[in-house]
């Protein structure tokens, strides 16, 4: 053996940013997680040039999965022109090549932080949500080591005890975002800060969604047609945000999450949380054609 | 600053590799094609010096060292390559990995024939109700061995290799022969 | 087209940057240089948190982040993590340290001799500002002892393992590539032992202190003395593909050694860093050594001290609560409201839940 053979030639940073051991890691862990949905996977995590906590899991994922010809779209709260999506989207862009796009139907990947399009997303594409906490147990049980146990056990008891204890004191469950969900029957897992709106996007979806936790260092996956329920009581139904009949003051489009956006006389206007949605809508309504795409939700209603 | 970077063939190889992989394991019982026959490619978009290997066919093993991985007894690796498989003995010592770290199952690699010989109904996460599926060359008693093995969520996790086509049975598929 | 803003936040970060920039001027070689020259005890720092020994490249993260230590830290880790990993160098054994300073609140004297080398320690912390009114200042020059200390020293341990005053940790056979390697996996739990010395080498010198602080004040269940605390220079050998064993240079490290009394013989931890960082290495050295048996949850306890001294992700996820949380809000605020209006409709209050 020679130096040669150990190394490479040099390259100022090598295509993606990640180098080839990073994403051979990466693959092997992404590869396991789709094997046992739900299941969060240690991996290495290594650094990328963005701070732990603003998508670094995210991104580890979209460098790996990403080839020139991977268009490429990024949301942060539903919308792509947020900082941070820009930020990402424009360093993806930069470290790879990658075309983007702020069209849901034309992206191949999407990188999402704290929302699912509302558009159906095909077999063909990848959505890849930033995880902050991969630990649904954590609000039961802070200490890794133990819930890891619990996950073993499938001992999900504290966690249910927690949500009666919740509607027995607010008379409903008062988890907002993060809604904690049994996948394929096994694992407990967190969407991800996703609205309860969001996660029955994921029952039985046909696209591949892979959750990555930069700084937490864990990978899991919901593959295609694979059961995500939220965890409930059979009295006591899951119930989205009431947001199905609002009206978006910008684009007129009802039905869908919205922004809550406070008014100077103490009231509220909505607007629709998608942004790319809300886009379309108006062109549509400009006479510039259709551009929209089948959604989940119908009417505000998520059919069952 | 820096320019973007373009990529090499290796880069450009392993990627598409690692596409056909992960689709096809999230869509246990549809093939997809890999760049070129074989099992190299896969070698090379997965492995290097973290990994701990076994190949039953030794024709592999200049290529999978090549890559800084350490070969390993058969129950300590977590890359298995059973090449053409004669007999399921190999199958009793994959690694299975633990209730608690179930990612240390094995990634195990086989070759067969996809589309010919016993017929196969898989059903579980990524198969849209049932898909049926034939492979031909695997051992008689296979299927029942690995079910026999599996504990889920501990298990390992197949890729049949056939020329430039591979298909994916992760441990979360129920596979019965019909 | 009135709704699109897309563009808007492209601008936004670029010129935010601009603006960051342009307070602090360019930098150049030049600067780089200075700032490696004037500041190495930063450079240790930066140097030991990002595990990477480089003092050019850690005065070129300073220089170029304006002194913003934790973002000095991410470039540096971040470039490190893109780099191969050749070679694993040779074990340093502490008697082959060239060691600057060595000392022990253990013993009035110990074998090999107080050191006091470099430091602060016992000087009057006045500061200098006549500088500010046009003075220089150049250090008085130093007069050489009688008898030189000698370079190379055994540690204190060592001294007390040969006395039956405690037991010296295993020996670990484990070598080279085989060495578990933080950076190119995930840190689990029970941690191995090589993870735990590599999480706390590159830990945040301000967390490390804050926890390990809490153990010395009593959150811990064993006190520390300084058994050794030393900074020195190790040797890196490594061997070169064609089997040739070489020195690849010097770099400065520190270690401390601090024991406990509790037991029939004394308990011991350890901690070690790239760069003189003495404050780290005691502070991290305690909790190594309150570890064992720790309460789980509790500040010694190692899930919790390993996970919460990790500078790059504790400031991380520290900044990134300015990322805009308008959704996760939106969905807790309909929950609150609805609970308000259950409540305010006199929703009937079901039964308590069970002891």
């Known amino acids: 053996m020679s130096l040669s053979t150990l190394t490479k030639p040099w390259e100022a940073m090598s295509y993606g940013f990640l180098d080839g051991s990073a994403k051979r890691e990466l693959r092997r862990k992404m590869l396991k997680s ?215 003051t910008r684009s007129g489009t009802t039905g869908f999450f919205m922004n809550e956006i406070p008014q100077d006389d103490g009231s509220s206007a909505f607007e629709v949380s998608d942004s790319e949605w809300g886009v379309k809508t108006i062109r549509a309504r400009d006479g510039e054609g259709e551009s929209r795409g089948e959604t989940w939700y119908k009417d505000g209603e998520m059919p069952q | 600053m820096l320019a973007t970077p373009a990529p090499g063939l290796a880069e450009t190889r392993d990627n598409a590799v690692f596409d056909a992989l992960l689709w096809t394991l999230s869509r246990p019982g549809l093939p997809r094609g890999l760049p070129e026959p074989g099992e190299g490619s896969i070698i090379s978009a997965l492995l290097d010096r973290e990994c701990l290997v076994y190949a039953a066919d030794p024709l592999l093993m200049p290529e999978i060292m090549r890559t800084g991985a350490e070969m390993a007894d058969i129950d300590k690796a977590d890359h298995v390559f059973l090449g053409a498989m004669a007999t399921f003995d190999t199958l009793a010592d994959i690694a299975i990995g633990s209730d608690y770290y179930p990612d240390d199952g094995a990634t195990v690699i086989i070759r067969a024939s996809i589309g010919s010989g016993v017929a196969l109904r898989l059903t579980g996460p990524g198969v849209d109700g049932a898909v049926t599926i034939r492979l031909d060359g695997l051992p008689d008693g296979f299927w029942k061995v690995r079910a026999a093995r599996l504990r889920y969520p501990m298990g390992f996790d197949l890729f049949f290799v056939d020329g430039a086509r591979v298909v994916g049975v992760p441990r979360s598929t129920t596979v019965e022969e019909i | 087209m009135a709704y699109v803003a897309t563009r808007g936040g492209e601008r936004a970060i670029e010129q935010s940057e601009r603006l960051f920039r342009e307070e602090m001027g360019g930098f150049d070689r030049a600067r780089v240089d200075e700032v490696k020259k004037s500041l190495p005890y930063l450079i240790d720092r930066v140097m030991g948190e990002a595990s990477l020994y480089d003092e050019d490249l850690a005065a070129l993260a300073l220089a170029q982040t304006g002194g913003e230590l934790y973002e000095a830290v991410l470039l540096l880790r971040a470039w490190r993590t893109t780099q191969p990993r050749l070679q694993v160098a040779e074990p ?117 202190l804050a926890l390990g602080y809490a153990a010395m004040r009593g959150h811990g269940q064993a006190h520390p003395t300084v058994n050794e605390l030393r900074l020195a220079e190790a040797e890196i050998a490594v061997t070169h593909p064609d089997g040739r064993q070489f020195s690849a240079g010097r770099v400065k490290v520190s270690q401390a050694e601090v024991v406990d009394k509790k037991g029939e013989k004394l308990g011991i931890g350890y901690a070690a860093t790239f760069g003189w960082n003495e404050v780290k290495c005691i502070a991290a050295a305690t909790l190594d050594l309150n570890s064992p048996g720790a309460e789980k949850g509790s500040a010694t306890e190692e899930e919790f001290f390993l996970y919460h001294t990790e500078g790059l992700e504790s400031s991380g996820f520290c900044i990134h609560f300015k990322l805009p949380h308008y959704v996760t809000f939106q969905s807790s605020l309909d929950a609150m409201r609805d609970a308000k209006a259950k409540k305010a409709a006199g929703a009937p209050k079901q039964q308590e839940p069970a002891e």
């Open chain 1, 34 to 248: 789709v094997a046992v949905p739900g299941c969060q996977m240690p991996y290495a995590s290594r650094e990328v040039p963005m701070a732990r906590g603003w998508g670094t899991g995210g991104l580890q994922v979209s460098l790996t999965l990403v080839n020139p010809q991977t268009r490429v779209k990024v949301i942060d709260q539903g919308a792509d022109d947020s900082v941070n999506a820009a930020s990402i989207r424009r360093f993806i862009a930069r470290v790879a090549g990658t075309p983007t796009t702020m069209d849901t139907l034309d992206a191949d990947l999407i990188q999402s932080r704290h929302r699912i399009p509302e558009e159906i997303l095909r077999e063909d594409q990848v959505l890849v949500l930033q995880v902050p906490n991969p630990e649904p147990l954590r609000p039961v049980q802070p200490n890794t080591s133990i819930a890891r146990q619990m996950h073993a056990d499938a001992d999900y008891g504290r966690m249910w005890l927690q949500l009666y204890e919740q509607i027995v004191r607010s008379g409903r469950v008062m988890q907002g975002a993060s809604y904690p969900s049994l996948v394929h029957g096994r694992h407990v897992m967190t969407p991800s800060p996703i609205p309860r709106w969001d996660v029955p996007k994921l029952h039985m979806a046909k696209h591949l969604t892979i959750l990555s936790a930069g700084r937490e260092k864990r990978i899991f996956a919901v593959p295609p047609y694979t059961r995500v329920e939220p965890l409930v009581f059979s009295d006591v139904p899951y119930k989205v945000e009431e947001h199905g009949a609002l009206t978006c």
């Open chain 3, 92 to 208: 340093v054994e502490q008697d082959t340290l060239f060691t600057h300073r060595r000392i022990s609140a253990a013993f009035k004297d110990i074998p090999g001799g107080q050191v006091l080398g470099p430091t602060l320690d016992y000087a009057h912390r006045i500061l200098a500002t006549d500088v500010l009114q046009g003075a220089s200042y150049a250090p008085e020059p130093v007069d050489p002892a009688d008898t030189p200390s000698p370079a190379y020293q055994p540690s204190v341990s060592a001294w007390q393992a040969e006395n039956d005053l405690l037991d010296p940790p295993a020996e670990d056979p484990t070598k080279g590539n085989d060495i578990p390697d933080l950076t190119r996996e995930p840190l689990l739990f029970p941690s191995k032992r090589a993870h735990t010395l590599q999480s706390l080498a590159r830990a945040e010198t301000g967390g490390v």
